[in-house]
Structures are given as C-alpha cells and as structure tokens.
C-alpha cells in the first residue's frame, strides 16, 4: 500500500486559482477523488476518477493526476469553497485518504 | 433523491456497547456496497470498511478488524456499526457512505483497473465516550 501527503493548509485571495496537491508513490496508476468538507459538515464528492465531476458540482472545480501527484484546482475560487479538501485513492486492497488540506480564502 | 440518514448523537461510558445505524433510501441498496469512515476530533477522514447489502459480505480495514462490527439488514435498507466495549479513544463522528465500485477487465478477465469511491455521504454520528 501507499501513503497519500497533502500539504496541511493553503491560502488564495478570492477569484484567484486554487491548487491543491496530494502525492503518493506512483499515484498515476490509481484513480484519484477528491472531497470537500465545509467546517461542522459531512463530505462530499467533488471529483471522481482522476477528472470527472459529479452533477451538481460547479465547473470551476477540476483536477489531474500524473505522475506521483493528483491535483486539484480551483478556478475563481469564491468564500464558499473555503473548507478541507480530501483525495481519496484505492489501492487494491485498501481505501486510503490524505491528511486533508484546509483551504482558506482570504 | 438519494439520502442516507444516521442515527443520533450518542454519549457512552467506556466499556459499554453501541450500535448506529444508517438507512438508505432513493435508490437500489444491492446495487451498492455502503462503507463506514472515522473523522476523530479536529482530524482527518479514515476508511473503516464497507458492507454489501446484496448478500451481507463484509470487508474491514486492517486498522478496523476485530475492533468494530459491520452488518446490514437489507429488508430494512439499513446499515449498522457496532462496538462491544466502547473506549474513550472511539470518541469521533461517524459517516456512512454510498460506495461505488467500478472495475475494467483486461481481455484474459482479470481486473486491469478498479476504482471506489464515495459519492453520498450521511449527515454523521457524533458517539462521545467519556467516564
């Protein structure tokens, strides 16, 4: 199995872009999501296999993976994206999260 | 409209039993597994393991086996989590979660790709364990 490492915090100023790293040792050969959590909040999906986006979750979420790095970017990042921000992995065997990365728009 | 809702807060003294539960509805539960993720206080989320409501087979992980019990009741739509004896280091919100599963096949049939994920997600159970 492997370990998935997101940076514990990142900051953007409000309609400026938003990325979000997760790293994991050739992370390309596993299909990544990734989950937004607002504060006192269940999670939700906002992006499965590596790019695609659930119904319902606004454009200016998308996200890569490449490499040993899956990526999350936020475009025109608004105050109600500010939250924590998990990626997700399947291994195999076992289920794996990041550590989560808290957004702060500011 | 898909929707799985969780039983209430919960306040137990260590050494007593618990059992949560969390109902689908909105959909056909034997189309997929439901899995069971930890977010102790101020910390991350943490698989705990998933369950098939079709025919009940149960996977934990590592960190989980032996430590909680998976179960389902598939007339009901009804997942559950249940300790024996609670400790205080359970103290946490507990989710439930619609798990999808897909698979892509090589041409010999064997998995080439699989891929799970969450895509609906209960509102939590807080369980507090305190003396």
């Known amino acids: 199995s492997f370990e998935l490492t997101q940076p514990p915090s990142v900051s953007v100023s409000p309609g400026q872009t938003a990325s979000i790293t997760c790293s994991g040792d050739?992370?390309?050969?596993?299909?990544t999501c990734w989950y937004q959590q607002p504060p006192g909040q269940s999670p939700v999906l906002v992006i499965y296999q590596d790019n695609k986006r659930p119904s319902g979750i606004p454009e200016r979420f998308s996200a890569s993976n490449s490499g040993n790095t899956a990526t999350l970017t936020i475009s025109g990042t608004q105050l109600m994206d500010e939250a924590d921000y998990y990626c997700?992995?399947?291994?195999?065997?076992?289920?794996?999260f990041g550590g989560g990365t808290k957004l702060t728009v500011l | 409209e898909v929707q799985l809702v969780q039983s209430g807060a919960e306040v137990k003294k260590p050494g007593e039993s618990l059992k949560i539960s969390c109902k689908g509805s909105g959909y056909s539960l034997t189309s997929y597994w439901i899995g069971w993720v930890r977010q102790m206080p101020g910390k991350g989320l943490e698989w705990m393991g998933i369950t098939y409501p079709g025919d009940s087979d149960t996977k934990y992980s590592p960190s989980f086996q032996g430590q909680v019990t998976i179960s389902v009741d598939k007339s009901s739509n009804t997942a559950y989590l249940q300790w024996n004896s609670l400790k205080a280091s359970d103290t946490a919100i507990y989710y439930c979660a619609r798990t999808v599963i897909n698979r892509w096949y090589d041409s010999d049939s064997t998995i080439s790709r699989e891929v799970r994920y969450f895509d609906y997600w209960g509102q939590g159970t807080l369980v507090t364990v305190s003396s």
């Open positions: 997700q992995a399947w291994d195999g065997s076992l289920l794996l």
């Open positions: 050739k992370l390309q050969d596993y299909y």
